[in-house]
């Protein structure tokens, strides 16, 4: 860890604390939620042995980037517009360095990392995302208007909309709780949180935490998300009906870049009615028609970087090694 090396770098109007190490092609690193780039340093250390240059942003909102106040200051187009400039901005740093990346993604990372690939194609050497696949635009729908529909008002992304409800909760469970209940979070099924019972359980029923995650690590993410608080990771989640009124104008696009697609079996999100045949019957490919690969890992759960880190750096290896 101490070969990491850490910096500030301001974009698109907010500062972003960037991890990085070593050199050779550059390969940008997204985070989910409730991550920061710490999901990455397996990774960042992996890659780097490899001889690529490893670059992690907290995004904004997270860790030791800034967090806009204004809730709709998360959307899409601010966070891809924050990774164009870091790209422009490590880009130059390089003596004719190339201005496309290879991109690896997780969770809203790996959203955004398709967003990116929409939006500028350019950038974008290769992809592999984690988790996320990319969904076509449904005109006729609002996004969150689904998942009441589905799941309820209990549904975890249907309780992060209002302003100030969860963060409240999640103060009352502490920071720690928060954490563990979410990244030990192994059921193949959506994720509930209830008011007084946390994830489906008691607030304090104890989390015992698997070999990939150790009480260091928790202890770095407590670190942070205490400083930073929960609210700028979650206006990402209130912000999924302003990006598909934002993204009309791109309705039917495709992604065409190089892709490779890895998944957990025991993914909520890969176990979301209708996602395993879209995945798998055509329909990711449909809409990402350069994707390559589908990968799809037993007995792992939504943070398979962490989970399997060093098979997900030798996937993201055998991948981009190609180009």
Known sequence: MENIKHRTVKVNGVNLHVAECGEGPLILLIHGFPE????????ILGLAALGFR?????????GDSDAPAATDAYTALHVVGDL??????VAAEGEGEDKAAFVVGHDW???????????RPDRVKALVNLSVPWMPRNPDSKPLDGYRAAYGNDYYICRFQEPGEIEAQFAEMGTRRVLE??????IPGPL??????GFGHQVDDPVVLPSWLTREDVDYYVDKFEKKGFTGGINYYRNFNRNWELMAPWD???VKVPAKFIVGELDLVYNMPGIKDFIHKGGLK???????????????????NQERPHDITQHIYDFFSKF
């Open 192 to 197: 509930f949180i209830v008011k007084g019972k």
């Open 109 to 119: 990372g790996a959203l955004l990392a398709w967003y990116l690939c929409m939006l």
């Open 181 to 186: 209940g979410i990244l030990t979070y192994r």
């Open 54 to 62: 490893a670059v992690a942003p907290d995004l904004r909102g997270y």
């Open 252 to 254: 039917g696009t495709q």
């Open 84 to 89: 164009v400039g870091l790209l422009d901005a």
């Open 286 to 304: 449909k809409t990402v028609p350069l994707l390559e690969e589908v990968v799809v890992m037993e007995g792992v759960a939504h943070f398979i």
């Open 36 to 43: 920061l780039w710490y999901t990455w340093r397996h990774q």
